[in-house]
Structures are given as structure tokens and as C-alpha cells.
């Protein structure tokens, strides 16, 4: 059974810093995409960022130069790491992982929240 757990959400401050962590297990998520996604208290769920097997990345446009998604195949863990946070940075983030296709497996996220 796929598993995926987040951690490394936390409360900090405008300008401030974190770095979520997704560890897989159950699967290698070598050759997988794996994507970040964050949903704010009455808002849908968007997407923040994508990794592909090949370690191809992407990026929706607001998080552009402040955050950067990697992966370390051999902890079988993915990474967001987020600099210049800003209030509206405030949601729950959860990583996914899956194909060009659909993301097929999700992670239960973890809270980050940026207080002004």
C-alpha cells in the first residue's frame, strides 16, 4: 500500500522559511511525478509544484523564485522548499504522486501558516 506523509509545516513569520518533506513508501517514486498542492481554508485545492522522473520542474506563477521542489530518489522523499513566505502562502500542503495522467496517491498534508 502507497503511503505518503508530509511534514515540516509549521508556523512562521513574513520572510520567513520552512521545508516540507514527503516520504514515500510502499512505491519508489522514481518514476513517478510527484507534485505539491496546497488548499487554503475556503479556497479549492491549486497546484504549487511538480517534479517529473527526470527532475524536470514547474511552478505555479506566485511561488516562482521563492520556492523549489526536489527530490531525493534514494530517501525515496520529495522536498518543497519555501523561502520569502508571505501571508497568502497559508494553506495545507499536500504532495501527490502519479502519472502525466492523474496523481493517484495523496499524503494527509501539513499546515503552514505565515502570520504578518
Known amino acids: 500500500q502507497v503511503q505518503l506523509v508530509e511534514s515540516g509545516g509549521g508556523l512562521v513569520q513574513t520572510g520567513g522559511s520552512l521545508r516540507l518533506s514527503c516520504a514515500a513508501s510502499?512505491?519508489?517514486?522514481?518514476?513517478?511525478?510527484m507534485g505539491w498542492f496546497r488548499q487554503a481554508p475556503g479556497r479549492e485545492r491549486e497546484f504549487v509544484a511538480v517534479?517529473?522522473?527526470?527532475?524536470?520542474?514547474s511552478y505555479r506563477e506566485s511561488v516562482k523564485g521563492r520556492f523549489t521542489i526536489s527530490r531525493d530518489n534514494s530517501k525515496n522523499t520529495v522536498y518543497l522548499q519555501m523561502n520569502s513566505l508571505k501571508p497568502e502562502d497559508t494553506a495545507v500542503y499536500y504532495c501527490?504522486?502519479?502519472?502525466?495522467?492523474?496523481?493517484?496517491?495523496w499524503g494527509q498534508g501539513t499546515q503552514v501558516t505565515v502570520s504578518s
Open positions: 501527490a504522486m502519479g502519472t502525466s495522467i492523474s496523481y493517484d496517491y
Open positions: 517534479i517529473s522522473s527526470g527532475g524536470s520542474t
Open positions: 510502499g512505491q519508489t517514486l522514481d518514476m513517478y511525478l
